[in-house]
């Protein structure tokens, strides 16, 4: 089964990619382009806690080859996507042929039969069923644009998004999502599927920069960096704030599409936000003393970093230096605020519980000693 790519208008940057699916506090794109300003291609980027992979798309752009760990498989596939480039039509192709596949049993309940029509949930079961276990460059693009249109705002124009009325960074909880829609009499959106994931295709593969080698390891950080053997000539990153250890549940309706159960997922393993105070220090000192040992001398290693709000969790510019201090093998160049971060809901400040007063983030700099 094929389908004829919707005439779209000229597509205008190559940013597009970037944006194939949000995540819960992902960073903006120009931190990892603006630290990366002295990159030369061909030198080797790190992100150990690499989320959504901005900086994978930002390496990707300057045409540095990077690698990306996250201990989320959400975080996993949507930075995958970021470094492939299959064709959109090949995308098209694969899902149509996945779409023909077998019938796939669907998920029961009431959160299924409000979030999304009959047609679109047996269609989400089939592609769901196809994917898993693939990794060759068009199943993880054609993941990526359905991690990306899974859900999220309806507009009155052509639909965007599969499920009912959904925020799009986050998935919300079943019964807060059931007593909304029942609220507002909202039934879910009868739409080709097809359709949809051909104008994502084409959004967000129709003009990406050229690839670049890379990869993307599911895992906690430490433990990823001690089984690699490749140098690193750029480390640019965001840890968890400590305390911020939800990116499972947030991301619990993705994680089911990448083969999870069909309910919030409260597992915090490898989740180093949730550890506090001394630990989280030298948590975050382990995945220090693993990157430096995977780092030329030379290295930069630029981090954004802050706390929660109403003090709880610490200085996150005293937190940085401890752990680095702790670590050894850095040497700190320089420490400066970064501001207050938006609050649109897409940062770590911006999505906390009872976030209300946010703490400005801090940017630091350091060198791996010689
Ligand atoms: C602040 S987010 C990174 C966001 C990223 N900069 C972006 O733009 O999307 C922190 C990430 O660290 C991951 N994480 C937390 N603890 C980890 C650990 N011990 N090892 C690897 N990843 C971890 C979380 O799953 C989360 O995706």
Not at 20 to 30: A, E, G, V
Not at 128 to 138: C, F, N, S
């Amino acid at each position: 089964m094929t389908a004829a790519l919707p005439n779209l208008p000229a597509l205008t940057p190559d940013d597009a990619l970037n944006a194939i699916c949000p995540y819960w506090t992902m960073f903006p794109l120009d931190f990892p382009l603006g630290a990366l300003a002295d990159g030369r291609p061909g030198e080797w980027v790190l992100d150990p806690f690499c989320g959504r992979g901005t900086t994978l798309f930002a390496a990707r752009k300057l045409q540095m080859p990077s690698v990306g760990i996250d201990s989320n498989l959400v975080a996993v596939a949507i930075a995958q996507a970021k470094l492939v480039s299959p064709r959109p039509a090949s995308i098209v192709r694969l899902a149509g042929e996945l779409l023909d596949g077998p019938a796939a049993r669907e998920p029961q309940g009431e959160f299924w039969r409000w979030a999304y029509s009959p047609a679109v949930l047996q269609a989400l079961c089939r592609l769901r069923a196809g994917l898993i276990g693939r990794e060759d460059a068009v199943a993880v693009g054609l993941r990526g644009v359905l991690l990306g249109c899974l859900h999220g705002q309806r507009n009155k124009r052509a639909a965007s998004y599969l499920s009912n009325q959904m925020p799009r960074t986050y998935a919300t909880k079943p019964a807060g999502a059931v007593r909304f829609w029942r609220a507002r009499a909202m039934s879910p959106p009868e739409l080709d599927v097809l359709e949809v994931i051909a104008r994502h295709a084409r959004r967000r593969y129709g003009r990406a920069p050229a690839p670049v080698p890379g990869a993307v390891r599911l895992g906690e950080a430490a433990q990823a960096l001690a089984g690699m053997r490749r140098r690193f000539d750029w480390v640019i990153t965001s840890p968890p704030y400590p305390g911020m250890a939800t990116y499972r549940p947030d991301g619990w309706l993705r994680g089911w599409l990448l083969g999870g159960p069909p309910a919030p997922d409260y597992d915090r393993a490898g989740q180093l936000g949730a550890l506090r105070g001394e630990l989280f220090i030298a948590g975050l000192a382990r995945v220090w003393r693993a990157t430096a040992a995977r780092c030329r001398p030379g290295a930069r290693l630029f981090v954004r970093f802050g706390a929660l709000p109403s003090g709880r969790g610490g200085d996150p510019g005293e937190l940085l230096l401890s752990s680095l201090r702790l670590a050894g093998g850095w040497e700190v160049r320089s420490l400066r605020c970064a501001g207050v971060p938006p609050g649109n809901g897409a940062r770590q400040a911006g999505q906390l519980p009872g976030a209300g007063e946010h703490v400005p983030e801090v940017d630091l700099l350091a060198l791996r000693a010689g």
